[in-house]
């Protein structure tokens, strides 16, 4: 079982490397693409549990505590991240930003709800493993969420989806996070480029040019004799060019991480003005 689950493991890996999924970069397309392979995972990781013909109590606890809420989790997370894409309201940021706003609040009342639960798990707890994740077990002293009635009894038990929620939610939690934080950071550059005089400058380079343009000039002393904050300058090409740079940092830790030429953009321009300047030497 084990050896099945880890090449599934390995096949997931490589499609959610795919996807921006630290930067919540992902569109509706691909978060219903997403949804579609991994509800092929759970039907493949069903026909291969249904398969053994005998498992473990233990082994048992195993999948449904660990293996199959990993691959449930990720359905679900993207499941619910294409709904929440699909339903958002198209009005201002303040709009979007209470829409988000109220689908956090729903995530930390399932939390709250089921405190008990969320820390007896996140303390990998194991003394009623045997009537959470064992199928055919229950305990009505434990108030077991009705909704068992009404899955698989060969591929459920107990538990099993409320830790797959758990995991979708504690993702989702990020995600929303991340989605409040760039709409304030745009109702800043939309605030801040109200004040610059009115222009049409716009930036058409990628977004990695631009932040290794920006780290360039915090690395030299240009400006404010070199004593000025990152952010700082980030924002100003931001509201400067209306451009979202998203997470800069991790973009500049990929920069670092170049084999060849870490200063692609930066070579680009002397390469530019040289050839500009030959140009005009000859005219």
């Not at 929440?84 to 940021?93: A, Q, V």
């Not at 994740?133 to 009894?153: E, H, M, N, T, W």
């Not at 109200?194 to 400006?223: D, Q, R």
Request: aromatic share 14%; charged share 30%; hydrophobic share 40%.
């Amino acid at each position: 079982m084990k050896a099945f689950f880890k090449q599934l493991s390995d096949k997931i890996e490589i499609e959610m490397q795919t996807i921006d999924l630290d930067g919540c970069d992902i569109s509706i397309e691909e978060a219903f693409a997403m949804v579609e392979f991994f509800k092929k995972c759970l039907s493949d990781l069903r026909t291969f549990f249904l398969s053994q013909e005998f498992i473990s109590a233990q082994a048992e606890i195993t999948f449904f505590k660990e293996m199959k809420p990993e691959v449930l989790g990720l359905l679900l997370y993207f499941n619910k991240m294409h709904n929440i894409e699909l339903k958002r309201p198209t009005g201002s940021n303040d709009t979007q930003r209470e829409y988000y706003e109220n689908e956090l609040r729903s995530i930390t009342y399932f939390f709250e709800r089921h405190l008990d639960f969320y820390q007896y798990y996140r303390s990998k707890s194991t003394h009623f493993d045997e009537y959470y994740f064992v199928r055919g077990k229950s305990c009505p002293q434990l108030c077991a969420d009705s909704s068992q009635y009404i899955r698989d009894p060969l591929f459920s038990t107990v538990y099993d989806f409320k830790i797959a929620k758990i995991i979708s939610n504690e993702m989702l939690r990020i995600y929303l996070n991340k989605k409040l934080l760039r709409l304030e950071k745009q109702m800043t550059i939309d605030k801040n480029r109200a004040l610059l005089p009115v222009g049409n400058l716009k930036w058409t380079g990628s977004k990695v040019a631009a932040i290794e343009f920006g780290y360039a000039l915090h690395a030299c002393p240009a400006i404010n004799r070199g004593h000025t904050d990152i952010k700082d300058i980030m924002l100003f090409i931001e509201t400067f060019f209306n451009i979202d740079l998203g997470d800069y940092y991790r973009t500049y830790i990929a920069i670092r991480g170049r084999k060849k030429d870490r200063t692609a953009f930066l070579n680009s321009l002397i390469d530019g003005l040289i050839k500009k300047m030959d140009e005009d030497d000859k005219n």
